[in-house]
């Protein structure tokens, strides 16, 4: 992914506090219910939807953004599907980003 389209894609507010939520979501979804720890799927995308504010739809396109640029990780258990975060790809984009605002300011 090239840095501007990283940067494209974190412009949106909701998407960089999905992948702030999922790096601590024990924290994160205090108070919310899922039927497997954090540690072991991830985050349930209904509990993303309901701590977003947003609708099944509006939510999965988020989620399908993050996913299709390797941010999250899904997995599928039943008719349910969990995010957990892809540090090394974020730490890549990151590297990438930071690399070319230093091109900027050579």
Known sequence: M????ALKLLANPTRVAVLKWLKNPEEAFAGYSQLFP????????????????????ATSLCLKALHSAGLVEAS??????????????INAITAAVAQALQELQA
């Not at 090239?2 to 389209?5: D, K, L, Q, V, Y």
């Open 38 to 57: 954090f540690d072991q799927y991830g985050v349930c995308a209904s509990l993303i939807q309901d701590k977003a504010g947003l609708s099944q739809p």
């Open 2 to 5: 090239s840095p501007e389209n």
């Open 76 to 89: 599928k258990v039943g008719k349910w599907t969990y995010y957990r975060r892809n540090e090394q790809r």
